[in-house]
């Protein structure tokens, strides 16, 4: 479990109902429960809080500890500063309490003269996972405090020693950390307690996927993304300029390249169009599309792009030899299909409904949900990569884990949401998401937009309402 991991589960939690109370709630119980499993009761316990919801967390373990305990709250800090409606909650709980004793410390000079040898115990609840740089006055005295009693008293820690992974950080007997052990904690021991987050959080894509994938990298043109759109054939346009004008609105930089029969149908000033020779492309185009892909940091290969032989011969070639991270969707599936050895050492994602899946492997999902999640996640072992297979759930497998969208409705059985998806999965890439997390976040928004057309226009509406809907989706994810 990463912590990027955590930031997304808290959020898609909150999804599901599951309040920030709830959460603090449970953490800090489960502190006290630990405290009193291994040391006992009737102690005479000091807990140390900060302003943050890691004090939030010594707050309520502060409240659950002083049943059966003696408990004194030192606040470090100036109590205007505790700004989570959660903390404040549990703050103002406390304060209310005979049986909890409680101290502000703002001054540095009093934390350093404070004796502490009557404590049996001391919980560390000053700074958790919002720790930014080393800490600073007057949280760092309050952590020199602490250790010069390590060893004479148990010292526990909430979440994390308060200042890792600064070297100024409480010397913990141990840390009380939540429902996952975080792969980037280290150097410390850990008990872990459960908090309430459901097992679904493994599998279910939620706002948090989305929040995580859109956020901004950098303030100057060219640094959030850009995408090439290869696709369109004949006089079918349509597709390729869907997926276009969907990613436009993610990424700085959209290039659309297409024969330039269909491409002198399209004058929009979001995109920027490469025509391209003749009515469809053919190998002798791998060249030149090879040197717009290098300007670009993702592709999507295949909308509309037809199925004429030298075409699918066009994108099998294009494919084994563009470097650059690529959703193949469509028409392009088809192509890959009849030699899938193009996508080896590939970064890509293909978005096959439940038919395409059956032309790429030969197999149809079944219809049962367990079961497809099943045959996604090993056929996406096989061809190493990430396959979305839309449906009224969409499964997103990257061959070692799963997930499920839920977002969409019946009225996106209309043409078009499928290369609206693939542009947006596209431009997720582009603004340098791994391959699973593009693919989820993609379905995420995608089915939103359609849920938030639907609930304009009801069940008929068109791919290019969904696709102008994106921004409006994007917001509601980024407010979530
Ligand atoms: N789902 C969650 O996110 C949950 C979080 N919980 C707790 O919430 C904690 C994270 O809470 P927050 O995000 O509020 O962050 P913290 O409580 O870790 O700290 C944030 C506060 O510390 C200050 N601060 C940051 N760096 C500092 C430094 N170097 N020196 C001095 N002050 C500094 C900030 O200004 C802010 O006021 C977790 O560690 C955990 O204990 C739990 O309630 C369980 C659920
Ligand atoms: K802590």
């Not at 493994?202 to 859109?214: E, I, N, R, S």
Request: net charge negative; charged share 25%; glycine share 12%.
């Amino acid at each position: 479990m990463r912590i990027e991991d955590v930031y997304i589960w808290d959020i898609n939690a909150k999804w599901l109902g599951i309040t920030p109370y709830q959460l603090m709630e449970n953490a800090g119980s489960g502190v006290a429960r630990t405290i009193e499993e291994r040391f006992g009761k009737g102690l005479k316990i000091a807990v140390f809080s900060g302003t943050g919801n890691n004090g939030g967390d010594g707050f309520v373990a502060a409240r659950h500890l002083s049943f059966e305990n003696d408990v004194t709250l030192f606040l470090v800090g100036d109590e205007a500063k505790i700004r989570s409606e959660e903390a404040r909650h549990n703050w103002e709980i406390l304060k209310g309490l005979d049986f909890v004793k409680i101290k502000v410390l703002k001054d540095s000079a009093y934390i350093k003269s404070l004796d502490l040898s009557a404590y049996d115990v001391i919980v560390d609840a000053l700074l958790g996972a919002g720790t930014r740089g080393e800490p600073r006055e007057p949280i760092r005295s309050a952590i020199e405090k602490i250790n010069e009693y390590a060893g004479k008293a148990k010292v526990v820690s909430i979440d994390l020693p308060s200042g890792y992974p600064s070297g100024v950080r409480v010397k913990a007997d141990f840390a009380v950390t939540f429902q996952w052990d975080k792969e980037e904690y280290d150097g410390f021991e850990r008990v872990i307690v459960k908090i309430g987050y459901p097992k679904e959080l493994y599998h279910l894509v939620g706002p948090g996927d989305a929040k995580f994938a859109l956020r901004k990298k950098g303030e100057h043109k060219g640094q959030n993304g850009k995408l090439l759109v290869i696709g369109g054939s004949g006089d079918y346009y349509g597709a390729p300029y869907l997926a276009s004008k969907a990613a436009s609105y993610l990424v700085d930089l959209v290039y659309l390249a297409m024969p330039s029969e269909p491409a002198m149908r399209i004058s929009d000033l979001d995109l920027i169009l490469r025509p391209i020779g003749g009515r469809n492309f053919s190998p002798g185009h791998v060249h030149e599309l090879l040197s717009i892909a290098e300007k670009a940091d993702a592709v999507v290969i295949g909308p509309g792009i037809g199925l004429t032989e030298e075409t699918k011969e066009f994108v099998r070639e294009f494919v084994k030899r563009c470097e650059k991270p690529m959703v193949i969707d469509a028409d392009g599936l088809k192509a890959v299909a009849e030699d899938l050895s193009v996508l080896n050492g590939k970064t890509f994602v293909l978005t096959p409904h439940a038919g395409e899946f059956g032309v790429l492997f030969g197999v149809k999902p079944e219809s049962l949900f367990i079961e497809k999640a099943e045959v996604v996640g090993e056929k996406a072992g096989e061809v190493g990569g990430v396959i979305l297979l839309k449906g009224a759930y969409d499964v997103i497998s990257d061959g070692k884990t799963w997930k499920c969208n839920r977002t969409g409705n019946r009225g996106m059985t209309t043409g078009g949401t499928g290369d609206v998806l693939a542009g947006l999965v596209g431009a997720l890439l582009a603004l340098g998401n791994e391959p699973l997390r593009a693919a989820s976040a993609g379905a995420f928004l995608n089915g939103l937009a359609g849920d938030m057309v639907k609930e304009e226009l009801g069940e008929n509406f068109t791919a290019l309402e969904v696709a102008k809907k994106v921004p409006h989706a994007v917001r509601w994810v980024m407010e979530f």
